[in-house]
């Protein structure tokens, strides 16, 4: 049997996945709206997912509705909780473009720090999404932007962590609940 959830190796989603495994074979996707999409083909399978799961790909999904509109195709066969990676909010003092690059579950977190700090207005970042954290670091540096919020661990490991235009604003720590779904 396979337990698809988010990848690539490294996310939250991957390592709650290891932490669930039995006998199950891992299979990670680029992202959960290629799961959602497909999950039809997945009968038997399972799916791992985080009830702060957000598409922004898909219009007006996110867990909640997921779980709603999906209830006669799936069955909760397990939850648990796992805290997410800390989670940090960084700035790039020499940004060549005005974006925030974000997850989209972090989309609150990302418009709770502008607002707070008075950038929530035409001077502030366009926030666009990334389809994990992971990726989202990798476009952060090669593209220079503005913002991003991602695993501290994994930024800790650039040779890039250490540049002094990269400016942590925050470290955030949220808990988290993680459904495992059997697809019917």
């Known amino acids: 049997m396979n337990i698809h959830t988010l990848g690539p190796t490294g996310t939250d989603s991957d390592r709650a996945a290891q932490h669930y495994l039995t006998h199950e074979t891992l299979i990670l996707h680029t992202s959960f709206e290629e799961i959602i999409m497909n999950f039809h083909n997945y009968r038997g399978d399972k799916i791992l997912m985080p009830v702060a799961f957000k598409s922004n790909k898909l219009d007006g999904i996110d867990w909640a509705e997921f779980n709603y509109l999906n209830w006669m195709n799936l069955e909760i066969e397990s939850t648990f909780s796992l805290p997410l990676m800390a989670m940090s909010l960084i700035e790039n003092t020499q940004y060549q473009r005005n974006i925030a690059l974000i997850h989209a579950a972090t989309e609150g977190l990302m418009k709770r720090y502008l607002t707070k700090i008075a950038l929530n207005n035409a001077a502030g970042p366009s926030i666009v999404f990334a389809p994990s954290k992971v990726v989202a670091l990798q476009d952060f540096i090669k593209n220079q932007n ?39």
């Open 146 to 184: 503005r913002f991003t919020i991602i695993s501290e661990e994994h930024f800790k490991k650039i040779a890039e962590s250490s540049d002094e235009k990269y400016q942590i604003r925050q470290v955030l720590k949220p808990q988290m609940i993680w459904v495992v779904y059997k697809i019917l």
